[in-house]
């Protein structure tokens, strides 16, 4: 099983280097014309584990594209990604990195699926119980469909920015949705902004969870 994991990372970064100046010379306006690249590098991605995924970011015009892989928020395959990124080879023009990493400045809103949500319409409490982390997100109108919410997802870019998807997956327990009361302050919740300072204040008394690094 190993072996085939081995060879399926190899097939992976070969394919990547055959292609890899096709598919920055398509850029434009920091998006990749080359679907049908995309579409075969996630096919074969998928043959090392179907969780993991990339996406591409750029800070500067002149600096180099970033490839970010994660798995999609499943703490089992994080062993995955570390294998495929520990594995990348040195290319010019494109850093490969693992998980989505704490982001300054945080965001002040995200745009999901045509809809604007602003990070101060959600609210979060933060408890470290029996040694486990359990963090609740507040919002209006919360619903029980929460997987075709789009808010849901524009939180979860915002806890990647405010805490790291990394540390999301291996150090908090448990997340819950919850409606948010009329008076947020009054039942001892903080703005979603404020996580970081609360979240960095108990992260270290709590065992990470989902990985074992040997």
Not at 72 to 82: A, K, N
Not at 120 to 138: A, C, M, P, Q
Request: with cysteine; hydrophobic share 40%; net charge negative.
């Amino acid at each position: 099983m190993m072996q085939h994991h081995k060879k399926s990372i190899e097939d992976f970064w070969q394919q990547l280097e055959l292609t890899i100046d096709q598919l920055l010379s398509s850029r434009q306006d920091n998006q990749f014309d080359a679907d049908s690249l995309l579409s075969e590098y996630r096919s074969t991605l998928h043959k090392i584990d179907e969780n993991l995924t990339f996406h591409f970011e750029r800070d500067e015009d002149d600096g180099p594209v970033e490839m970010i892989f994660g798995c999609d928020g499943y703490p089992e395959s994080i062993h995955s990604v570390l294998s495929l990124v520990g594995a990348a080879p040195a290319l010019n023009g494109i850093r490969f990195t693992a998980f989505n990493h704490r982001y300054d400045p945080i965001p002040n809103y995200i745009n999901v699926a045509d809809e604007v949500c602003e990070l101060s319409d959600y609210w979060y409490s933060l408890h470290s119980i029996e040694n486990k982390l359990h963090l609740t997100i507040y919002m209006h109108d919360v619903s029980f469909m929460l997987d075709i919410d789009p808010r849901v997802e524009a939180v979860m870019i915002f806890l990647d920015a405010l805490i790291g998807e990394f540390e999301l997956m291996t150090r908090v327990w448990s997340l819950d949705w919850l409606e948010l009361p009329e008076d947020p302050v009054d039942f001892h919740l903080r703005p979603l902004s404020e996580l970081r300072e609360g979240f960095d204040q108990l992260k270290h008394a709590v065992s990470p969870i989902g990985i074992t690094i040997h």
